[in-house]
């Protein structure tokens, strides 16, 4: 296989595929064919080397905990999480953190009214879900104004809201 090939960005693909001729009844080997073109060994992946430190990481019971073992943790991997977790919501943070303790050992239809009870709250007005859409999508400032604005200032009471039964709740027969 080539360089080339094997550094092509999507767009190439893309390209490759437009213009070639994918009709009739053996389509889809010539896709494939267009595709094999493209296609490189992704190598050892890296996911599990680095295991050990993300459960290090984030294990945590709070956010708190988590932004604190970030903190200590030598490397660059753990600065960049850390900077990353700092850009996100904390009250979604906080949420998402609850929605995997509470769902764990739980059924699958259990799981999904926790998930679409969450879903329901974080769509009333003045949630941080409007906040993120409007700095990345509208306004396109990448400033968002969480409310609250630190991990800090998100109560129990908070996140234990998205978890209450809402009037439309949703069931599994």
């Known amino acids: 296989m080539s360089a ?10 893309q390209a490759a595929l437009g213009a070639a001729d994918l009709s009739g009844p053996d389509a ?4 494939d064919a267009v595709i094999a073109r493209f296609a490189a060994d992704p190598g050892m992946p890296t996911l599990p080397a680095m295991m050990a ?3 290090r990481c984030f294990s945590g019971e709070s956010l708190q905990d988590i932004v604190a073992k970030l903190r200590v943790h030598p490397g660059e991997w753990a600065q960049k999480q ?3 977790v700092m850009k996100l919501s904390p009250l979604s943070m906080a949420i998402t953190l609850e929605q995997l303790k509470r769902c764990a050992n739980r059924s ?3 799981s999904m009214t926790i998930e679409y009870r969450m879903s329901q709250r974080c769509m009333q007005t003045g949630h941080d879900f409007f906040e993120g859409v409007r ?3 509208i306004d396109k400032d990448q400033k968002p104004q969480w409310n609250p604005s630190t991990i800090d200032g998100v109560t129990r009471e908070m996140v234990d809201s998205h978890f209450k039964p809402v009037s439309n709740d949703l069931f599994f027969d």
């Open 4 to 13: 080339a090939a094997t550094s092509c960005p999507i767009g190439d693909l």
């Open 28 to 31: 889809n080997r010539k896709v």
């Open 53 to 55: 430190d993300i459960d």
């Open 82 to 84: 850390l900077a990353a």
């Open 108 to 110: 699958f239809e259990d």
């Open 135 to 137: 700095a990345l999508l």
